[in-house]
């Protein structure tokens, strides 16, 4: 991350078309997050947010267009390279996603087995400090997904997501059923992981105040691609209806009275 | 590890983790330099591990980061552990060369404080075993608990739709006769046809040793309508409607709809519970009784083929063969079997919690235990029936 300019351009995403049979979500969709930025995702339900995310992650594929991350293409990559840069990115899924079958410290060294030769010993203290970075008590590293809260799930997923020190990080709701106080941590977990870990983070959300909170740059999805990207007074600024509705309405200003 | 380098590719050049120790003046200079990044971290961590623990004759400690081209989260925690091992063994450490980022990390790991166990202690084998059968048995007795107190539910159920029909619902009644009675004709049908069949064919080979393959008649209708017709028929509508009675309940359950019928003031016992207990128990004996014929026919083919039996006299050797009471066993423990497949795959649903998983997990449980249960409920009648002489 040293020599990495902050500010060059991280995920580049150019012309891209996704259709469910005929059902169009995007169409000519273009999207450049520069490194070192948290960008937000805005968009009305069904306008193909997590689409774009799960589109990006490569899980599924583009009917037409390009997706350049890291500036590979992914889908032209051999499979050993794809693989091996996957590794660069973390990825927090709305529930968490924990592999049930293993508790949560196991769930954090699942990477560590799989792809580097790690001792036990130094596997384990490694997630104990992801465990305590993602903002978890630290005996939570022996329960299992299935006995923790909502939100523990999700910032154990977070602490998965950061098990190799990702360049990217992905996030999928994060802050979607935490209560405001439980959000409000996590939203501050963000920007300090940002700043500590150097991370681009890439955060698809519906909250207002994690926008207001975290983000650099808004890219708003309408229309089947994106209208405007730009800081949250270019949003305010906008004459766009929806943009307009979306930042000036009853809640957008408690949000906004709230900074 | 050969695709390694190319996880920094584009970034700096890839040289390996390393580090120089020397001490001088009883100082002890860690010089680190190179790629410190997870990948290349185990053989490093392994020697500071054991560097730390007898760092000699000096006093005082400086750690050099400089040289460092890549330094994450793993670097940090390596390096800030090897930091407070020292200062236990009365080191004083001191940090060199510590870029603004570097800082940052170590700061934020050093405010983690000591990483805590990740893993549970373990626990020795034979207080596994004995904690294992002990908790078996608690669950055992608990459910058996909640199984009498849900049968005795559906009694109650039942008396009260007795007292007052019109609670009786008659459409969900009718739906559940069809999914699980007629709608499982096609497979009871063929595999009683094809048993039947076999019983017959291997029947009659043995038979045969003996010159006495005209008794094969007998073995068919005597073993089809006492037994065999209605275990394989419960067995398979277990293994079909039992389940699917867990599955639908139990993912009721889950997305809360049995809550949101309480609420609504709909019973689901009413609902849910007595129409498919009252429509496999009278659907149960429908099929056990077209299962017998069809295993008679299927054994009726063969004996047709083997022993060039016409069919008059086929039937002719079966009523003679069997009374009513053969038949009548055979039916009268139909309605019970049907009772126990539909109670236990209902209990089984209503006892999901809120997981997915746990629909899968309650409905292999109940089909597992209501054949078990079936196969019982066989042999207490076998006994039954030998002690009243029929």
Known sequence: MSTSRKGEPIIEVEGLDTRFGDNVVHENLDLTVKRGEIIGIVGGSGTGKSVLLRTILGLKRPDAGRIRVFGLDFSTLPEAERRLNEQRWGVLFQDGALF???????????????????????????????????????TAGTLYPSELSGGMRKRA??????????????????????????????????????????????????????????????????????????????????????????????????????? | MAGLSSREAGNEAAEPASYRAGIENRVLRLEAA???????????????????????????????LSAVSRFDTAAAAIISRTAARLEEQGLRVEFEGVSEAQHLLLDKVGSLGEPEPVRRPPVPAYLQILGKIGETLLAMAAEARAMLGFVGAVIVTVGRTIANPRRFRLVPFVHHMEKSGFDALPLVCLLTFLIGAVVAQQGAVQLRQFGAEVFTVNLIAIIFLREVGLLLTAIIVAGRSGSAFTAEIGSMKMREEIDAMRTLGLDPMDMLILPRVAALTVTLPLLTFIADVMGLVGGGLVVFFMLDMSPGVYITRVQEAVGFWTFGVGLVKAPFMAAVIALVGCRAGLAVTGSAESVGAMTTSSVVRSIFLVIILDALFAMFFTAVDI
């Open chain 1, 100 to 138: 049930s079958a293993l508790t949560v410290a196991e769930n954090i060294q699942v990477p560590y087995r799989e792809h580097l030769d790690l001792s036990q010993e130094l596997m384990d203290e490694l997630a104990a400090v992801k465990i305590a970075m993602a903002g978890l008590r630290p």
């Open chain 1, 157 to 259: 997923g977070l602490a998965r997501a950061l098990a190799l020190d990702p360049e990217i990080l992905f996030l999928d709701e994060p802050t979607a059923g935490l209560d405001p106080i439980g959000a409000a941590a996590f939203d501050e977990l963000i920007n300090d992981l940002k700043e500590t870990l150097g991370l681009t983070v890439f955060l698809v959300t519906h909250d207002l105040d994690t926008l207001h909170a975290t983000c650099d740059r808004i890219a708003v999805l309408a229309e089947k691609h994106v209208i405007l990207v730009g800081t949250i007074d270019d949003m305010l600024r906008s004459s766009h209806p929806w943009i307009h509705e979306y930042f000036h309405g009853p809640r957008a200003r408690a949000a906004l009275a709230g900074k």
């Open chain 2, 34 to 64: 190179g790629n410190w990044s997870i990948v290349h971290l185990n053989k490093v961590d392994g020697e500071l591990r054991r560097l730390v623990a007898s760092p000699g004759e000096a006093n005082r400690a400086v750690i050099g």
